[in-house]
T-cell receptor, first 114, second 114 residues
Framework: AQSVTQLGSHVSVSEGALVLLRCNYSSSVPPYLFWYVQYPNQGLQLLLKYTTGATLVKGINGFEAEFKKSETSFHLTKPSAHMSDAAEYFCAVSSDTGGFKTIFGAGTRLFVKA | DAGVIQSPRHEVTEMGQEVTLRCKPISGHDYLFWYRQTMMRGLELLIYFNNNVPIDDSGMPEDRFSAKMPNASFSTLKIQPSEPRDSAVYFC????????????FGDGTRLSIL
């Protein structure tokens, strides 16, 4: 069975500071990994994904994530936070086995202080 | 391109009434997913379809919930009779693949059962 753990339900950073949102996954087969962002009163939007190939993945809005198999992690980073980054972020894992379900983490709400 | 379209955006109704939520997926997407999002339980997969056929409905909470996909461009999620604990935001999402492609979410239906 697959699972996702997002460390920290709330993260607060100052504008211009580094954003680091942590995600660890569990999967017995090669995983596909995703980060989504949800703004108030909207659905989830894809930020970036890892399927195969390069382990450092760049996404929209200056975000990137690195797949580290040895650490079973897929942490999301952004060098400099902007006020518009305030939202909820979800890490998700899926694979080509196990019923093809995508498992979403519980989410991390990012607050950006002026 | 039009994204996933859900209607209504908000629904307020009294306990015991029938509720029907509607979804139009992105054209060409073979997979359609229904999710429920609450503060307590996060994002839960209720059911998903492949080529209009229900594949996994293990997340449907009870017999009061039913979902149909009569054609490739339309799906409904019905609750009958509705109960206050069904209050949540319901999302529809569609995808080209159940695993290695991202899901595209609608903006959700915020359902309140009084």
């Amino acid at each position: 069975a697959q699972s996702v753990t997002q460390l920290g339900s709330h993260v607060s950073v100052s504008e211009g500071a580094l954003v680091l949102l942590r995600c660890n996954y569990s999967s017995s087969v090669p995983p596909y990994l995703f980060w989504y962002v949800q703004y108030p009163n909207q659905g989830l939007q894809l930020l970036l994904k890892y399927t195969t190939g390069a382990t450092l993945v760049k996404g929209i809005n200056g975000f990137e994530a690195e797949f580290k198999k040895s650490e079973t992690s897929f942490h999301l980073t952004k060098p400099s936070a902007h006020m518009s980054d305030a939202a909820e972020y979800f890490c998700a894992v899926s694979s080509d086995t196990g019923g093809f379900k995508t498992i979403f983490g519980a989410g991390t709400r990012l607050f950006v202080k002026a | 391109d039009a994204g996933v379209i859900q209607s209504p955006r908000h629904e307020v109704t009294e306990m015991g009434q029938e509720v029907t939520l509607r979804c139009k997926p992105i054209s060409g997407h073979d997979y359609l997913f229904w999710y429920r999002q609450t503060m307590m339980r996060g994002l839960e997969l209720l059911i998903y379809f492949n080529n209009n056929v229900p594949i996994d409905d293990s997340g449907m909470p009870e017999d009061r919930f039913s979902a149909k996909m009569p054609n490739a461009s339309f799906s409904t999620l019905k609750i009958q009779p509705s109960e206050p604990r069904d209050s949540a935001v319901y999302f529809c999402a569609s995808s080209l693949s159940p695993s290695n492609q991202p899901q595209h979410f609608g903006d959700g239906t915020r359902l309140s059962i009084l």
